[in-house]
């Protein structure tokens, strides 16, 4: 899933950078159309954006981390308010208890009184009667009694025991869960610690982010520059090779046009290029001129000729047996023949059917 394709809720600085990289691609493909004049001033509010959506992120990133780490802290506190509430609810179970158990210690108290009361009471009343009373019926009723009484301490033994096993088993568990509570105190304590090492880990990966995309402009930029160092050497190369071939085109001018020079020749003064091609310019215009009035001088001479023939000789000659060689120039020849006489000149061209006049005259000749 592509990072255009995700939802706003659910970026991250990866995909921010992501989104960096694509933009920098499209920006490289309108560069090479376009060239960069086009996207001056778009690219650098383009990063502004960019740098701004990645702060958004990351602020956004450690709020749903804060937020994780509150609803987590907030239900260990409502563990923790449950758990007290119910250690408070068992000590008040605990409290009642005690006070039952007191209650019926102390009916259980009372009620000894009581049968202590009643027998001094019967044994008061069997003295005052006039009839004796036996040792055995003093005996019997002693015996009743005290069991009755051992009953009733029985009893309360029975009930304290109870009630021990009971507060044994409450402090059991509230140990336990004084434990737990710990434990989940611990947990939090531990989350604590991770939500900072990962604040800690994303600030570092955010920098590094940060420093690979710097590099990767440079990179970009080096690589940019080195393509317009690399095209400005083409072109400084075809400039070169042009010159050369030009170079070579005048030293072959200068071979051809030039005598075959001696073997002492090397002691002679050298001319320079410059003046090469000032001499061989102005001999080149000496040529056109020349070559001009050959030209009108052949064409005077043909019309001396033609004026010098007898109206007989002329009247004999039909239109047939004129040739395309003895038929005049026309215009557009002599444009031609103006227009390629630097050439001609040059040597550049030897053979072409515009140099007809020139023919003519060396005919004449």
Known sequence: MSALDRPAAELTVM?????????GQEFERVIDKFGCECLVGVVPRVVRVLEFLEALVSRGAAGQEAEELRREL???????????????????????????????????LSQITQLQAENKRLLVSLSLKESP???????????????KENQVIQKLKDLAD?????????????????????????QQHRLIRINQDLLHRTGLME???????????????????????????QLEVRRLTKELQEKELERELVEIESPAESEDEADKPRFTLQELQDVLQEKNELKAQVFMLQEELAYYKSEDLEDDISPSDSATNTPSQLTSADQ???GIRRLIFTAIMPMVAAGLITD??????????????
Do not use: C, M
Request: charged letters at 35%.
């Open 207 to 233: 920098a590094q982010g940060k420093t690979l995309i710097q590099q990767r402009a440079e990179l970009e930029a080096s690589a940019q520059a080195q393509q317009q160092e690399y095209a400005a050497l």
């Open 133 to 147: 009373v036996t040792e055995e019926d003093l005996q019997k009723h002693q015996a009743q009694t005290s069991e």
């Open 162 to 186: 109870k009630q021990r096993d009971e507060i044994r088993a409450k402090d059991h568990e509230l140990t336990l869960r004084n434990e737990d509570v710990e434990a989940l105190q611990l």
């Open 15 to 23: 995909d921010v950078y992501d989104i960096a990289a694509l933009l």
């Open 328 to 330: 005049p120039e026309s």
């Open 352 to 365: 072409d059917p515009t140099l007809l006049p020139i023919r003519r005259l060396v005919s004449f000749v």
């Open 74 to 108: 907030d239900r260990l506190q409502r563990e923790r308010s449950d758990r007290y509430e119910q250690e408070k609810k068992h000590q008040k179970e605990l409290e009642q208890v005690e006070d039952v158990w007191r209650g019926e210690v102390q009916d259980l």
